[in-house]
């Protein structure tokens, strides 16, 4: 694909440098750094939906869909966003199809190493977008030094998606950014429901063994 221009992340750095990403502590198996997704997840025992970093971060989210609709150029349901984010070997789990990825900023070093695969190797994605189907191919992300970015756009299993999922977006209202799920406003003071919010948990023993147990 054709290298994407600096100034198309000008807007995407300035807001993750005025706001950085918190490190992902679900992300052990793969590296340390600060790594997070936006639109569609899978969450445990639970059906996908937005992630909440929609409505913590709507202003980021809406420079991601901006990007995705001027340079990908295919669907997507979701958006990684790594900063500084040094990956293991890995393949991606619970995505379908092709991926998009690209990376940015002031580094040097952090090609992509692919190692398995017509494209094995180590690939430069600073700047030069690569497409590919990242659960096929075991790839991780070689040493750097500097500020890496990047941005990878990808589309969950769709048999896993709930029929009639509202799309989302993000508008100005009140000099505020806000992120809507279909009709429905979604913000820190109302986000998305979730059957495990709010229930009372206690902690007891049986069997010599400490469990946890929820009540409505």
């Given amino acids: 694909m054709e290298p994407v221009p600096a100034n198309a992340f000008s807007e995407i750095l300035q807001e993750l440098q005025r706001q950085p990403l918190p490190i992902n ?3 052990k198996k793969v590296g340390l750094g600060r790594s997070n997704a936006m639109g569609l997840v899978n969450r445990r025992s639970l059906p996908p939906d937005y992630s909440r970093y929609c409505w913590f971060r709507p202003y980021l989210y809406k420079l991601l869909l901006d990007y995705g609709t001027n340079y990908v150029p295919f669907p997507f349901t979701s958006i990684t966003i790594n900063e500084s984010f040094t990956a293991g070997p890995h393949r991606d789990k619970g995505n379908q199809g092709d991926s998009y990825l690209v990376a ?5 070093g952090g090609n992509l190493k692919v190692w398995e695969g017509d494209l094995s190797g180590s690939i430069d994605v600073c700047y030069k977008p690569l ?3 990242f659960t096929r191919a075991t790839h991780s992300v070689e040493p750097f030094t500097g500020s890496r970015y990047s941005l990878v756009y990808y589309n969950l299993k769709p048999d896993r998606i709930p029929a009639g999922m509202p799309p989302p977006s993000v508008k100005l209202e009140a000099g505020k950014w806000i ?3 279909g009709d429905t406003a979604v913000t820190r003071k ?5 059957p495990l919010r709010n229930r009372i948990k206690k902690h007891i023993v049986i069997n010599d063994t400490p469990i946890t147990v929820s009540f409505n």
């Fill in 104 to 108: 940015f900023g002031d580094y040097t």
């Fill in 190 to 194: 109302k986000p998305l429901p979730h």
């Fill in 131 to 133: 497409i590919m189907d």
């Fill in 25 to 27: 502590k679900f992300r």
């Fill in 179 to 181: 992120f809507y799920r």
